[in-house]
């Protein structure tokens, strides 16, 4: 159905008038749609509702994009379909993230990523940045190009849960070693989680360089990221549960 | 009329304006192919040689060779591999690798005129794999990026792909042994991915008169059915002034879309190569015996 169709024919449906679960159940419908506007509504009838920041994000975004992931995973999703949900989630986070930093709820995780340096591809990064900052997680991408002391330094700044690194070139696949070691050696490695990932690497050379992990593609990203930051927070529970 | 010559030591093919559109497979290459890479890393290089026969057969004009295996010594494996499928066929070779040191062991063993993938804008690039493509008279891939990232804007890759093409007459290597990549980037994460491809590619073909060749399965990342966008993106392409893919002719609609574009662009006289691809083998049963007929007739 194309969207003039469905502009003519389709009944506008109010939010408000919806139950609680009648609406987080829409929600969910909006964020698979990719309905921007429709799911920054659904967030703020929510708070005028009573209620909180976090059960919000929890209970409705995280909640609708796992079962975008899912699908994602599965097949049934595909990219351009993903991006819509991770913009629409962002829209909703947009709203939230003030009044989450208010209570101090803590977030579900931050990450800093990043290109290595001497290669300036970015897709898949990003792809990863969207599906990350989907999943609840607040993400500091500091592009393309990265020597050291650029991971280092935003590391020192932002206190990141995750580090995340990614390479495209077999040249450049192994500049992730030098960070990891420059963080050996200033005593950092192991206030961080380290993930990489980009098309020519694999898991055997995720364990050389001494990373936490190794992402095939964005779903997993997201996935190996929820569990370790749990498992790291104690909680590795509620990463499964 | 530009025309890049390939070859090897037997055969030469011709990358060109008017020329049938050129298919180098993209087989040969580890990259999220675990067992592949694996074995390569072990020496067993048997499912190269048969990834090297099935994409001759399929209707490949060339074979781009890649050996980037993490943590394996890139430089023998790439050179190994070249020799082994060098010994098995006459197709043409395009040396794959983004490790200077690669390229340089690959061209070494290499026999006849093989096409470098590939140098980008990057000055230390230019300034490393340019030598080694004038010194071994090679021809070379250039691709549209440079230190501060792959534009998405068309004109401003134009501006690195004729940056490059300046630079490699620096080098004393013609703008005619210059094959341009225009990068296709994945139209499901980026939605003018398309447009920004053909435009640069028709740019590329009008004001700089240069070749192109681009990994085309790239523009379909992420969505389903990628065969349909492939194929409609290569006879796009083709009629932009696209020149050669690298791409998997074992996949029909490569085939379909670049030999039914080279006969919609004239470049096919008669129809003789699509129809000599796709005529009907005589059936067995009527036509079989239609011939068996013929025949005792013919002798009788």
């Known amino acids: 159905m194309s969207n003039v169709e469905e502009l003519q024919y389709e009944e506008e449906l109010d939010l408000s008038t919806l139950t609680d679960d009648e609406l987080v159940e829409q929600m969910f419908d909006d964020m698979y749609n990719g309905l921007h506007d429709e799911l920054i509504e659904g967030t703020d009838i929510l708070l005028e509702r009573g209620w909180a920041a976090d059960k919000v994000l929890n209970d409705v975004l995280v909640a609708g994009m796992a079962i975008v992931g899912a699908d994602f995973r599965d097949g049934i999703l595909f990219v351009p379909e993903v991006l819509s949900a991770a913009n629409a989630m962002k829209g909703a986070m947009a709203v939230l993230r003030p009044l989450l930093a208010e209570t101090g709820v803590e977030s579900i995780g931050k990450i800093v990523i990043g290109t290595v340096k001497g290669d300036i591809h970015d897709i898949g990064k990003n792809l990863v940045s969207m599906m990350m900052e989907g999943a609840g997680f607040e993400v500091i991408d500091i592009g393309i190009n990265n020597p050291v002391e650029n991971y280092l330094e935003a590391l020192e700044k932002h206190k990141p849960d995750i580090l995340g690194m990614s390479a495209l070139l077999t040249t450049t696949m192994p500049y992730m070693k030098v960070v990891i070691d420059t963080m050996k050696e200033k005593g950092i490695r192991d206030d961080y989680i380290v993930l990489v990932g980009g098309a020519p690497l694999n898991e055997e050379f995720g364990e050389a360089v001494g990373a936490d992990g190794y992402c095939r593609d964005a779903a997993i990203a997201v996935d190996i990221a929820k569990s370790l930051v749990a498992e790291r927070r104690g909680m590795a529970q509620a990463a499964f549960g | ?300």
């Open chain 2, 1 to 300: 009329m530009t025309d890049t010559i390939i070859g090897s030591a037997a055969k030469e093919i011709v990358i060109g304006f008017e020329r049938p559109f050129v298919i180098i497979g993209e087989r040969i290459n580890p990259t999220g192919r675990k067992t592949l890479a694996a074995e390569m890393k072990e020496g067993d290089y048997s499912r190269v040689e048969a990834d090297a026969r099935a994409q001759i057969a399929a209707g490949a004009h060339a074979l781009d060779v890649n050996a980037g295996i993490p943590l394996a010594d890139e430089p023998r494996i790439l050179a190994e591999v070249i020799q082994l499928v060098q010994s098995i066929t006459d197709t043409p070779l395009c040396i794959d690798s983004s490790i200077v040191a690669a390229l340089q062991a690959g061209l070494e063993v290499y026999q006849g005129k093989a096409l470098v993938n590939s140098v980008t804008g990057e000055e230390e690039q230019l300034e490393q794999v340019m030598p080694l493509v004038k010194k071994h008279e090679a021809a070379v891939v250039a691709i549209s990026n440079d230190e501060t990232g792959i534009s998405e804007d068309p004109d401003v890759r134009f501006e690195v792909a004729k940056r490059i093409v300046e630079r490699a007459a620096d080098f004393g290597i013609k703008a005619c042994d210059v094959v341009v990549d225009p990068l296709v980037m994945p139209v499901g994460a980026v939605n003018s991915a398309g447009q920004q491809a053909l435009k640069l590619i028709h740019r590329l073909r009008t004001e700089l008169k240069v070749n192109t060749t681009c990994g085309a399965s790239n523009i379909s990342f992420g969505l389903p059915n990628r065969d349909g966008v492939n194929g409609a993106f290569l006879s796009m392409a083709i009629h932009s002034g696209m020149t050669s893919a690298i791409a998997n002719p074992l996949h029909r609609e490569v085939v379909n879309a670049t030999l039914g574009a080279d006969v919609l662009m004239g470049r096919d006289p008669d129809c003789a190569r699509w129809i000599k691809r796709f005529r009907e083998p005589p059936v067995t049963g009527e036509g079989a015996a239609r011939g068996r007929r013929q025949s005792r007739r013919r002798r009788a």
